[in-house]
């Protein structure tokens, strides 16, 4: 594999010295961009665009030919294991992830456990290979997975779900069951990076989108220790160049002294936190990763310049900062407005890295 | 009007000493309760069952008749203003509210500017009356509102949103337009509570659904400011009774000590804030309502009681602290948990305002 020309990311992931922040922006190849769109009518479907090594490769490159971006994330879904799972993925058009065999009992627990998902995954794997012989050491490539509570969540609800009602229900019903769960897909999920990593993988992400549904208590017990293990699995995994992991809680704004202290390289923020607050709260233990308002993207380019310097004094001086938004990109932003962005972050971070 | 005879509720907002932690819960009357169906049903519609007195009273009392609750709350919908602003509010099955006539420029403002949705509420200030006359002093009458930000995002919106582009295009594009809808909104609701104080409300809440999807900045300006300009109005309307005030921001847990220092008498607490670190976040400069997570009541009986002591213990000894769900009640609830939960509460309680 060739020199990484661009280790800026890598470098503030590692709380090391860099020139100007780095930035990349989550679901930075997605649908806001039209030839995204286009290679996604090309598939057909959705799972199809994931499955197919060499359309995930396509689109994950595409907006670094737009944008100057410091990394590339693999073209993915956070719902990968439970479909390798047999649990049945479909996506219906603006509905959202849905499951024709969620987990209803002991029973799903049981015949899953005995499953190895990480053999119906190879796919994910080869897109990796591919995407990193195809970057050519331009910008290091991000791999990433769903958070144990997160891939429960999905498994037990069957969908998106706005109350919860069922894998709550289990967590307060049946605590043991859910235990049962999440410690299947701990060991699935650390399989799934490290195995992403041998392919490749320069740094890791775990996306717990449902881990801010919780109380605290909740929250340490059912997401955040099956997180912990996973990190702990990934620290013991030996590699020639040390592989920065980033954990993000959607909503997780206050409990992020825990979610540092799990030994992660670096904290995602969402945009409800601010910057500064999360320094002072974890100090310098980790590098933080955020954190503009995805929405901010729909206001103009004054506003979108302004908010980018204000995330970066809230940083402030110092080493651990990779920028970007609080959430994924949504749909129906300009494209011309995250090259905004992009220029802004280059022009004015170089200021907040140079000696006092 | 008679006295009250519980009034529980009432010394706990001012942080009076009380012989018991008083209890109620969010959506107390609603459809996990078989009468409400029964009396929803016989109104045809929810937005029927909200604008007739006599139905919206029975509805509003059926909870007390099950559980010794230590309030009862006008029985409404938050989008009442916008309603009788001519938007046509509409409830389809399973959907949420719906606007046939959302705001989507700056005429639609001047519009409404020239209102005096007041007019059109009657009905509701009827509701209240009846329910005082009815309730005969036994417990306190909640009334409430939606605050300025949470309806201008259904108005702007036109429905439930998961992403808010329209309200926050307009934050991040246009503010001038959103700080002229914010304040039509204020004035709005500080004549609407007023009026709920006149008609009898002997406490309020203000529900702020959606200032938890704002950034901190935004939060503060948005949602915190319009809602500081009601709690102002309504401290100066003289009243032979102080009326409580109650602040809620669902996942405001980071903004606490500035919602506290509005000047309102009370803060509630979704389940995701500890009520402990609330509580030293804040001082005692307010009492705290919540914050037990509302699934909690999927659990075992063992479960809730030993949920609702954790709930005691953090808050602790001292004066100052309504019970309550950290959201409303989910409609799959077993009506026979919540009585788990009051006795829970009725019987822990007391430990909690012993003289030391």
Redo the contacts between chains.
């Keep these: 594999m060739p020199a990484l020309q661009n280790d800026l990311f890598i470098r503030a992931l590692l709380q090391q010295p860099v020139e100007r922040t780095p930035v990349w922006i989550m679901r930075q190849a997605g649908r806001y961009l039209p030839e995204y769109r286009a290679t996604r009518k090309r598939a057909g479907d959705f799972l199809t665009l994931c499955k197919t090594p060499e359309l995930a490769c396509e689109v994950t490159l595409q907006p670094l030919e737009r944008y100057e971006f410091d990394a590339a994330i693999l073209f993915s879904d956070i719902l990968t294991i439970p479909d390798a799972m047999g649990l049945g993925l479909q996506f219906s058009e603006g509905e959202g992830p849905r499951f024709t065999h969620p987990i209803t009992n002991a029973n799903d627990i049981d015949r899953i456990a005995e499953l190895e998902p990480i053999n119906e995954l190879e796919y994910v794997f080869d897109a990796v290979r591919l995407i990193r012989q195809q970057l050519n050491g331009r910008v290091p490539l991000i791999g990433f997975s769903g958070s144990p509570w997160t891939l429960a969540t999905y498994m037990v609800e069957g969908q998106t779900s706005k109350?919860?009602?069922k894998i709550?229900?289990m967590?307060?019903?049946e605590p043991q069951m859910l235990e049962r769960l999440l410690e299947i897909l701990s060991a699935s999920i650390s399989a799934y990076l490290t195995a992403q990593i041998d392919a490749g993988a320069q740094a890791l992400m775990i996306f717990d989108t449902w881990g801010?549904?919780?109380?605290?208590?909740?929250?340490l017990k059912y997401s955040l220790a099956p997180m912990q293990q996973i990190v702990n699995k990934l620290l013991q995994h030996k590699t020639a160049v040390e592989v920065p992991i980033i954990l993000f809680t959607k909503?997780g704004?206050?409990w992020l002294p825990e979610i540092a202290a799990t030994g992660c390289h670096a904290v995602g923020l969402d945009?409800?936190?601010?910057i500064d607050?999360a320094r002072a709260s974890i100090g310098d233990k980790v590098a933080l990763q955020g954190n503009l308002?995805p929405?901010?993207l729909?206001?103009?380019d004054d506003?979108i310049r302004t908010?980018v310097k204000?995330v970066l004094d809230k940083f402030g001086k110092g080493n651990g900062h990779v920028f970007n938004l609080?959430h994924g990109i949504?749909q129906?932003v300009d494209p011309d407005k995250v090259a905004v962005l992009v220029d802004a972050v280059r022009e004015f971070s170089p200021a907040f890295h140079q000696p006092d």
Tied chains: 1, 2.
């Design positions: 109350e919860f009602r709550k229900t967590l307060y019903k801010g549904v919780l109380s605290r208590e909740a929250y909503g704004g206050t945009w409800t936190t601010e607050h308002d929405t901010i729909y206001g103009t506003t908010e204000k609080g949504q129906f």
